[in-house]
Nanobody, 120 residues
Framework: QVQLVESGGGLVQPGGSLRLSCAGS????????MAWYRQAPGKQREVVAT???????IYADSVKGRFTISRDNAKNTAYLQMNSLKPEDTAVYYC??????????????WGQGTQVTVSS
């Protein structure tokens, strides 16, 4: 069994910072692309940032220059450093990963989500 667990969400004032983590566990042989998505109330889920196993990175225009995605392959973990946070960044943030499993098979997994609230 494979699972992704996010952590690091919370309440922060505008202009503040948070760091999200996404840890994969279970029968993982390789993690391909990892990504962060977010979903605000009443809106569709949108991609925030992606990072391939070769560390090619793409950001949504709305977070360029403020957010940084990274990964630690030895720990099967991805991170999202969020700086200069704005109220419009308020959302549930989800981790997503394309994972090859020990014993065969490859699936896309989602974490349970972590709430980020930016408010004064």
């Amino acid at each position: 069994q494979v699972q992704l667990v996010e952590s690091g969400g919370g309440l922060v004032q505008p202009g503040g910072s948070l760091r999200l983590s996404c840890a994969g566990s279970g029968r993982i042989s390789h993690i391909y692309t990892m990504a962060w998505y977010r979903q605000a109330p009443g809106k569709q889920r949108e991609v925030v940032a992606t990072i391939t196993s070769g560390e090619t990175i793409i950001y949504a225009d709305s977070v360029k220059g403020r957010f940084t995605i990274s990964r630690d392959n030895a720990k099967n973990t991805a991170y999202l450093q969020m700086n200069s946070l704005k109220p419009e960044d308020t959302a549930v943030y989800y981790c997503n990963a394309d994972i090859g499993r020990i014993g065969g098979g490859r699936l896309v997994y989602w974490g349970q989500g972590t709430q980020v609230t930016v408010s004064s």
